[in-house]
């Protein structure tokens, strides 16, 4: 299993960026999967997660109505569609995969507990 974020960057408050996550060794199309976000100092925290096979969607409540999980099972891809963006999203995000067709009710709180496959991770920055 391997993930690939990419989409990051610098952005003024207000904007918007796309991050994508491409996703090779697994099908899409029946999983959990996140994005998370970290910063220095600080532990991961969940952002938002999607149930591939149902496209159930969960977000944290700092980014609900201007962040959008979603997914291409064509080509294998997660996106996290990010508006209004703040300065206190600045963060290097992380896409992320765990085996089972349903996230589990803590998947945003514990995501090192729940979550077994990680990209590299793309800085977002807003200033």
């Known amino acids: 299993v391997q993930l690939v974020e990419s989409g990051g960057g610098l952005m003024q408050p207000g904007g918007s960026l796309r991050l994508s996550c491409v996703a090779s060794?697994?099908?899409?199309?029946?999983?959990?999967m996140g994005w998370f976000r970290q910063v220095p100092g600080k532990g991961r925290e969940g952002v938002a997660t999607?149930?591939?096979?149902?496209?159930?969607?969960t977000y944290a409540e700092f980014v609900k109505g201007r962040f959008t999980i979603s997914q291409d099972n064509a080509k294998n891809t997660l996106y996290l569609q990010m508006d209004s963006l703040k300065p206190e999203d600045t963060a290097k995000y992380y896409c992320?995969?765990?085996?089972?067709?349903?996230?589990?009710?803590?998947?945003?709180?514990?995501?090192?507990?729940?979550?077994?496959?990680w990209g590299q991770g793309t800085q977002v920055t807003v200033s």
């Open positions: 992320a995969v765990r085996n089972g067709e349903n996230c589990p009710p803590k998947a945003l709180q514990w995501p090192r507990r729940l979550f077994g496959y």
């Open positions: 060794g697994y099908a899409l199309d029946d999983n959990c």
């Open positions: 999607i149930e591939t096979g149902f496209g159930t969607t």
